[in-house]
């Protein structure tokens, strides 16, 4: 592998755990590149590739998923809040299923994390030294939009890296990487609508009109992202690794059985390919 390859991780809720299968298989392979971006579940299924503690990924969602510290409507009414990101990113990693973090900082690896700057509305990218700002980073990260609080982070106020760069490609060539894999979390066909989210922004984010921009053009973004990528593909430059078939979870799934589902065909998925995208990789 003479050329440096960077991991490109897209997020997507719990459709992540597609990719977390795919991850896994990738690291009982011993395949462990260089640079790894990754935005919102992309970047929590990332940082688990660096300290390659294999099964992480699904474990923790499996584990909690129906915990009510993890995950509850109630919260979101009551405060701004549908996942517990404290327990998340802190309680967990900590105690509960504890975050190989020696690992991590002992890694060459690059790990970017992609997060949203919600005064400018553009990317905010976060490479992390001590445990604390890594897991404010993932936090931020993985801060949807409407159901999650805005994250301080030194002087920024930051939200979900899907917001608005949802398939940090572009940033993994910036950094000086030649080639990518990209990991999707959609089929290939898939084309992302409007959505009502100007209108809703205009509601909660009334003194955010640069976010309320990106949120609204969001879609046509993402739609243009998957162009490019198709284009990268037939260069050579990126190697795609995408379900076949429309991933049988929601952003806000509760049903263990579907997760280990969605992991599983993450999983054998990469298993299928993994000769010819082992050949790509040396060329």
Same mark, same amino acid.
């Given at each position: 592998?003479? $050329?440096?390859?960077?991991?490109?991780?897209?997020?997507? #809720?719990?459709?992540?755990i597609?990719?977390?299968?795919?991850? &896994?298989?990738?690291?009982e392979?011993?395949?462990?590149?260089?640079y790894?971006? #990754?935005?919102?579940?992309?970047?929590?299924?990332?940082?688990?590739?660096?300290?390659?503690?294999?099964?992480r990924?699904?474990?923790?969602p499996?584990?909690?998923?129906?915990?009510?510290?993890?995950?509850?409507?109630?919260?979101?009414?009551?405060?701004?809040?549908?996942?517990?990101?404290?327990?998340?990113?802190?309680?967990?990693?900590?105690?509960?299923? @504890?975050?190989?973090?020696?690992?991590?900082?002992?890694?060459?690896?690059?790990?970017?994390?992609?997060t949203?700057?919600?005064?400018? #509305?553009? @990317?905010?990218?976060?490479?992390?030294? &001590?445990?604390?700002?890594?897991?404010?980073?993932?936090?931020?990260?993985?801060?949807l939009?409407?159901?999650?609080?805005?994250?301080?982070?030194?002087? $920024?106020?930051?939200?979900?890296? #899907?917001?608005?760069?949802?398939?940090?490609?572009?940033?993994?060539?910036?950094?000086?990487?030649?080639?990518?894999?990209?990991?999707? %979390?959609? @089929?290939?066909?898939? !084309? $992302?609508?409007? %959505?009502?989210?100007?209108?809703?922004?205009?509601?909660?984010?009334?003194?955010?009109?640069?976010?309320?921009?990106?949120?609204?053009?969001?879609?046509?973004?993402?739609?243009?992202?998957?162009e490019?990528?198709?284009?990268?593909?037939? !260069?050579?430059?990126?190697?795609?690794?995408?379900?076949?078939?429309?991933? @049988?979870?929601?952003?806000?799934?509760?049903?263990?059985?579907?997760?280990q !589902?969605a992991?599983?065909?993450?999983? $054998?998925?990469?298993?299928?390919?993994?000769?010819?995208?082992?050949?790509?990789?040396?060329?």
């Amino acid at each position: 592998m003479n $050329k440096k390859v960077g991991l490109v991780l897209e997020g997507g #809720g719990f459709r992540g755990i597609y990719s977390a299968g795919v991850i &896994d298989y990738l690291l009982e392979k011993n395949i462990e590149l260089p640079y790894v971006i #990754g935005v919102s579940m992309g970047a929590c299924n990332g940082v688990n590739y660096i300290s390659k503690q294999i099964g992480r990924n699904l474990n923790v969602p499996y584990s909690y998923v129906n915990d009510k510290r993890y995950m509850s409507y109630s919260r979101l009414f009551t405060k701004g809040e549908l996942f517990g990101m404290d327990f998340i990113f802190n309680e967990i990693p900590k105690k509960l299923i @504890p975050f190989d973090f020696e690992t991590y900082s002992k890694s060459e690896q690059d790990f970017v994390i992609g997060t949203t700057d919600c005064i400018t #509305g553009k @990317p905010f990218y976060i490479k992390t030294l &001590d445990y604390d700002n890594l897991l404010t980073s993932l936090k931020a990260s993985a801060s949807l939009p409407f159901a999650s609080k805005m994250v301080k982070f030194h002087d $920024k106020k930051l939200l979900d890296g #899907g917001i608005s760069d949802p398939i940090p490609f572009q940033k993994a060539f910036n950094d000086g990487c030649d080639k990518v894999v990209i990991v999707l %979390t959609q @089929p290939i066909e898939f !084309e $992302k609508k409007p %959505t009502k989210f100007s209108t809703i922004g205009k509601l909660l984010y009334p003194k955010y009109p640069q976010l309320i921009d990106v949120l609204s053009k969001r879609y046509h973004f993402y739609n243009q992202q998957l162009e490019e990528i198709k284009q990268l593909e037939k !260069e050579g430059k990126a190697y795609v690794i995408r379900p076949e078939n429309k991933i @049988p979870v929601s952003r806000t799934e509760r049903n263990k059985e579907k997760l280990q !589902e969605a992991f599983t065909m993450g999983y $054998k998925h990469c298993e299928q390919i993994f000769n010819d995208l082992n050949n790509w990789l040396h060329i």
